[in-house]
């Protein structure tokens, strides 16, 4: 990530070749740190780049001749990956209504994985409505697990086809969403 910025002063001249320091401030932490430094060019301008990755909400600002810019906050959001049972565009069971109250409808299982390392965040399997498009609903709920991973249960008792997607929330970060996989559920002849 890269940070620009100019140094203004009274006399243009004074903001050239002056050292900035950039400092920065992790959401939901104590205290603030020094991201690194830049120097102006004689018109006053800075660049830096973070060689560290973000791990949740953070507020960056510069320091330079006794003056201090205002914060910019700089959200961050995971990356969330998801596999299904079968491959996207397959037949997935249905659970008929005997198994589910008899307790022995077929769980099938969706799987993936969260980076940054989200420890704990909360992992939701939602169905996209068969009669409002960009309406989703939850269908199973889990949490990420010490490594990344995640699994989630569920067994379909709607027929037709289903477009399923991850939603990841966790303190610090944008809701995150998988990309979609589509499937047609069927009754097993």
Same mark, same amino acid.
């Given at each position: 990530m890269t940070l620009n910025g100019t140094l203004s002063c009274k006399d243009p001249v004074a903001a050239a070749q002056q050292n900035v320091t950039?400092?920065?401030? &992790?959401?939901?932490?104590? %205290?603030?740190?020094?991201?690194?430094?830049?120097?102006t060019d004689a018109s006053g301008d800075f660049s830096?780049?973070?060689?560290? %990755?973000l791990a949740g909400v953070t507020g960056?600002?510069?320091e330079a001749a006794g003056a +201090? *810019? $205002? /914060? !910019?906050?700089v959200g961050v959001s995971a990356a969330v990956t998801l596999s299904g049972p079968a491959a996207a565009g397959s037949q997935l069971p249905l659970a008929t209504r005997r198994a589910r109250a008899a307790g022995t409808a077929a769980q099938l299982t969706f799987r993936g994985t969260v980076t940054p390392l989200l420890p704990g965040a909360r992992v939701i399997l939602?169905?996209? *409505? /068969?009669? +409002?498009? %960009?309406?989703? /609903? $939850? !269908? &199973? /709920?889990?949490?990420?697990?010490?490594? %990344?991973? @995640?699994?989630?249960?569920?067994?379909?008792?709607?027929g037709g086809t289903a477009t399923l997607r991850v939603v990841v929330r966790a303190r610090g970060l944008r809701g995150t969403v998988s990309?979609?996989?589509? @499937?047609?559920?069927?009754?097993?002849?």
């Open positions: 950039i400092l920065q401030h &992790a959401a939901r932490t104590p %205290g603030a740190e020094q991201a690194g430094s830049a120097t830096f780049t973070t060689s560290a %990755g960056f600002w510069a +201090r *810019s $205002p /914060r !910019v906050r939602q169905r996209e *409505s /068969r009669h +409002r498009e %960009g309406v989703w /609903r $939850p !269908v &199973a /709920r889990s949490r990420v697990q010490a490594d %990344g991973s @995640y699994v989630l249960l569920h067994a379909f008792s709607v990309e979609a996989l589509t @499937y047609e559920i069927t009754r097993r002849r």
